[in-house]
């Protein structure tokens, strides 16, 4: 079995709505972190969460929210899906230390038509 | 801001070639770099990590890192078209926001027959 696990792996909605993506992980690790990626864009963080008490915004956290519910899960909602936020979701993981390897969920594509 | 640039390619070669992979970055007190294979829509995959100045074998690939010049690169022997794939360059950042990764946009590979 995977151990970073993301669901839905694809997903279209329109504009407006409300979605959430979750990820689970079966490593144990502490850290947990969401990225979008765009053509030409590369990877940027949404947001990370270094144990359950801790949430931190990343560089492009307007228009989503996050919730750690247990060290192994993680999710992120869009509160009012735009189409902009057209993107491939990835969710990853990490160890405490400081340079923690991160690695990598299967991706989520979401399209907001 | 954190800065991580890559050759933005593409970078083409022949098969049983040698591939060489370049990044730079801009904080001086970065610790820990990493290179990640990313097949089209596919996930990031971690192939390595180096945290001291040197190169660092594993089977085809080697990793050069230079800190005094904040550079590192990936070098991949014997090239394969299985190797055709974007590689991302990450960094890892100090300070408060020690555990995150900052990554380059990466350079799509092709290695052609």
């Known amino acids: 079995d995977a151990d970073v696990t993301q669901t839905p792996r694809n997903r279209i909605t329109k504009t407006g709505k409300r979605i959430m993506l979750e990820c689970s992980q079966t490593?144990?690790?502490?850290?947990m972190y969401w990225y979008r990626q765009d053509p030409g864009l590369g990877l940027r963080l949404i947001y990370y969460s270094f144990d359950v008490k801790d949430i931190n915004k990343g560089e492009i956290s307007d228009g989503y929210s996050v919730s750690r519910q247990a060290q192994a899960k993680f999710s992120l909602s869009l509160e009012s899906a735009i189409p902009n936020q057209t993107a491939l979701y990835f969710c990853?993981?990490?160890?405490?230390?400081?340079?923690?390897?991160?690695?990598f969920g299967p991706g989520t594509r979401l399209t907001v038509t | 801001q954190k800065e991580v640039e890559q050759n933005s390619g593409p970078l083409s070669v022949p098969e049983g070639a040698i591939a060489s992979l370049n990044c730079t970055y801009s904080?001086?007190?970065?610790?820990?770099f990493f290179w990640y294979r990313q097949y089209s829509g596919k996930s990031p995959e971690l192939i390595m990590s180096i945290y001291s100045n040197g190169d660092k074998e594993d089977g085809r690939f080697t990793a050069q890192l230079n800190k005094a010049s904040q550079y590192v690169s990936l070098l991949i022997r014997d090239s394969q078209p299985s190797d055709s794939a974007t590689y991302l360059c990450?960094?890892?950042?100090?300070?408060?926001?020690?555990?995150?990764?900052?990554f380059g946009r990466g350079t799509q590979l092709t290695v052609w027959p």
């Open positions: 490593k144990g690790h502490d850290r």
């Open positions: 904080d001086r007190g970065s610790q820990s």
């Open positions: 990450a960094v890892n950042a100090r300070g408060s926001t020690l555990g995150r990764l900052y």
């Open positions: 990853a993981t990490s160890d405490t230390g400081t340079g923690a390897e991160q690695y």
